[in-house]
Nanobody
Framework: QVQLVESGGGLVQPGESLRLSCAASGFTLNGYNIGWFRQAPGKEREGVSTISSNGFVTYYVDSVKGRFTISRDNAKNTVYLQMNSLKPEDTAIYYC?????????????????WGKGTLVTVSS
């Protein structure tokens, strides 16, 4: 079965950290750009970070720059999102998605594969 599966979400206090994982099964992530997106209650989906297929190019939305780091381990067929200094406004369902087109991978339009998401809650 071809799928992306996110994990690592949970409830943390402001200032704490989480590492999200996006694991692929049924296909290889080689050749795909991978994006992390989030959707908070009552808000539109937002692109958070994207990593190129070779791992050399990354994108971060301004609100997470300096706090989040995206990385990939193609040998493990997994992409990670290290989230530090978490804030209540980071609370959302986080999704990963894969596509061969860079622009689409940043915008989240027409992505080839989507995961089902993992919930991140930042609250004291």
């Amino acid at each position: 079965q071809v799928q992306l599966v996110e994990s690592g979400g949970g409830l943390v206090q402001p200032g704490e950290s989480l590492r999200l994982s996006c694991a692929a099964s049924g296909f290889t992530l080689n050749g795909y750009n991978i994006g992390w997106f989030r959707q908070a209650p009552g808000k539109e989906r937002e692109g958070v970070s994207t990593i190129s297929s070779n791992g050399f190019v990354t994108y971060y939305v301004d609100s997470v720059k300096g706090r989040f780091t995206i990385s990939r381990d193609n040998a493990k067929n997994t992409v990670y999102l290290q989230m530090n200094s978490l804030k209540p406004e980071d609370t959302a369902i986080y999704y990963c998605a894969a596509d061969r087109n860079w622009a689409a991978s940043v915008r989240g339009d027409g992505m080839h594969y989507w995961g089902k998401g993992t919930l991140v809650t930042v609250s004291s």
